[in-house]
Structures are given as C-alpha cells and as structure tokens.
C-alpha cells in the first residue's frame, strides 16, 4: 500500500498484463496482474487514492472502486479509514457488472437503503470533463481523450472543480495522519521494513500533527460539498491516468513525478467518497508500445450498479459491441 507504480521492494514487481515491460500499477498490483494475465477472472482490491482505477488504467482492465463506505471493511487493514474502500477488476465489463449485481444488490436495512438505495437508479447520460483533469494529462492522452469524446458525440460540458492541488495537498495530510496511526507503532518495531519510497511516506506521516489534520479536513470539506453538488445530475468523465504505465525501468525522480500527476487525477473521487470507474476505452502511444489509459465515470454516491451499467454502454456506444 502506499504506491500506485505497483513496484514491491521484498517480492519483486508483478508484470503488467498489458504492456511488457511496464509498470502494473499499485497498490492493487497483484490482484490486476493476475486478471490481465488470465490468472483469475475477478480481482478483490482496495482504493484509497486510485489503487483499483490506476492497475486498471495501466493494464486495460475494468476497475471499480466503490462508494466509500458501501461495501463492509471489517477485517481489512486499514491504510486511512476516511478513504478506504473495497473494489473489483475484470478484463470485461459484464463480468464486472455480474460481480456489483451480486455483491451490491441486497435486501439490506431501512438504514442502509436509505444512504444507498440508488444502486439500481439509472444516471444521467449528461457528462462533464473536469477542466483542471483534462489539463493534468500528458498530450498524447490528452488528444486521446478529446478523440474518444468527439467520436462517440456524448452529451459533454466542460466544469471546473478548483485547482487539483487544492485536494490533493489536503488529502495526503489526512491519509498521513490516519496511516501514521493505524501503522506507527508496528514500523518503529519493525525499522527498515518497507521500501525506501513507503519509508520516506511513512516518515512524512508520523510529522503530521493535531492541527495539521484538523486544517486539511476543514480544506476538505467544501471540496467534497462541490464534487457532490457537480454529480447530482451529471457523471464526471476524465482520464483515469495522466498517461500510459511507466517503463519498469523509469528512476525515482521520473516515477515519483507520475506519482503526484495521478493523485491529482485520482484524488478528487476520494476526497468526496464517490464510486469511480475506470473503463478500458483509450490507447496512447508509448515508449513500450501502444499502451491502454483508462477513460473514468464517477458518479454520485450509492450509484455504483448503475455506474457499471453506463459504463457498459458507453464501451458499447464507442467499440460498436452490444451491451450485455
């Protein structure tokens, strides 16, 4: 955890199914790799800050990180419980689409129903690009993109939702904070137990004080309160990554620059605890290749189901496939 480039300082890095020779994309690396590569049909995977819809993104899958809060986190360790959510990866939509109908469509309590009765409702066909993403993208992606929007003649307006690093900032003190707290004490009996990376995130997070954490929620709020207004009648549309998945081979300068490029991207949906997804619709030019980017559909909160339903039909609307 703690990583979106998928690499692992103890158990080496899983190959990308997609682009020999790249990145898998984290912190979700092994469940993904092993749905690309045919090794499983369903990957069960976490999402604090993009680690379903970066794997996804990187190795032409399907990702779904859901509404925060939706799926049960007993049992699970937590990375930052503010952000933490379950999610899935596919190689196709209708197997993802089979899974959110089997484990998000239940008889749950009036309570439940209540906060996330919406799961069945159908959403708006009415998008907006969030200018500051579109922005975030490298060009290739970036034309890719505004290809794929052209081509399928979407109902598409462009919003701004305030600079990305306005959230993003925010967000990592928050997520340090909690991280510092769920782990601190195991790290400082287990010295030198993670990667360098991690350590150096970790070592961040243990500097983050009371106040620190109490400013970044109050920074958070409003942000969350604009995100959650801008999707009540629409779904926003962006790349999911700022471009294809790095080379295995990219320094430490040149990943951690990626690094901060997708959180800008990915962080928003979490900040304001909305379902994401990222679909397999973009193919850019890279170093390695032609390589998959994945165009992201989130939506308001509760509407997961339907989310992974429109999603089939804009891959459907776009490829010239039937939806299932």
Known sequence: AYSIAGDNAHYGIPPNGALPGALPGGSSSGPATAVATGQADIGLATDTA???????SYQG??????????VPRQGLLPLAQSFDTVGWLTRDGATLQRVADWCLSYDGSDSTESVFGESGADLPWRFVIPAEALDAADAATRAAFEAFVAAS??????????????????FRTV?????WRNNGDWLRAHPGATGPAVAERFRAAAAVTAADEAAARAALAPLRARLTDLVTDAVLILPTAPGPAPARTAGGAGID???QATLRLTTPAAVAGLPALSVPLLTVAS??????????????AGTDI?????GLALHALTTGTEAP
Not at 50 to 56: C, D, I, L, Q, Y
Not at 175 to 179: D, L, M, N, T, Y
């Open 50 to 56: 993009g680690s379903v819809r970066v794997p996804a």
């Open 61 to 70: 899958l399907w990702g779904l990180r859901t509404t925060h809060g939706l």
């Open 153 to 170: 003649a979407l109902p598409v307006e462009t919003a701004s939702i305030g600079d990305l690093d306005d959230y993003l900032v925010p």
């Open 175 to 179: 997520q340090g904070a909690e991280a």
């Open 257 to 259: 620059a990626v690094r």
């Open 287 to 300: 170093p390695l290749g032609p390589a998959p980017v994945g165009v992201c559909l989130v939506a308001r």
């Open 306 to 310: 339907a989310l992974v339903r429109q």
